[in-house]
């Protein structure tokens, strides 16, 4: 992940009052230490890649469509059918950039946005804020998603966070 498109994107979701939570390996490296994006199999890809839990509410909806529209993509679809935040996945690729984002309107731990988003770490850096998901949330998420790269990076967050790891799930 480059630093430019770090400033690119957590700028345009700032000025268009996203509410937005940051999640999967790019909370993993914050949190962590960076590692290379990986597919679900595991295998490691060049191609960086942004997972982000959007709030999934009408206003906020249409908010990041507005954001992604001026990160460079057509929306045009996404506005013209039915919206259904609470389950509408958005997948863009920006292949000149050489990044992919992920916008989920949910995780697989049973929390609420609202309940995350109270416990965020927020980074401030040049004016520019970025709202990652709580160390905690992030890695019961890990745990219940359940696939071998969660697993390794639960160990990388365990790694670096000894004294602020919360106890296992059952």
């Known amino acids: ?5 770090d400033i690119k ?22 949190y962590g ?6 597919l679900a199999n595991g295998q490691v890809t060049q191609t960086a890649d942004y997972d ?6 009408l206003g ?30 958005f997948k863009f690729e920006f292949e000149e950039e050489n990044y992919t984002i992920d916008f989920l309107p949910h995780i697989m731990v049973p929390i609420s946005f609202r309940e995350a988003l109270e416990r965020r770490t927020t980074v401030e850096r040049d004016g520019i804020v970025a709202y990652f998901i709580g160390l905690e949330d992030l890695i019961n998420d890990k745990q219940a998603l359940g696939r071998q790269k969660d697993f390794d990076d639960i160990e990388n967050l365990r790694k670096h966070n000894p004294n602020g790891f919360p106890p296992p799930q059952p």
């Open 1 to 5: 992940m480059g630093y430019s498109n």
């Open 9 to 30: 994107i957590f700028s345009t979701l700032q000025k268009h009052a996203v509410e937005y939570l940051i999640i999967g390996g790019t909370a993993v490296s914050f």
């Open 33 to 38: 230490e960076y590692r290379m994006s990986r």
């Open 52 to 57: 982000f839990w959007y709030n999934p509410n």
């Open 60 to 89: 906020n909806y249409y908010r990041l469509l507005s954001a992604v529209e001026e990160l460079g993509k057509d929306v045009t679809r996404y506005r013209d059918e039915t919206p259904d935040p609470k389950k509408d996945v």
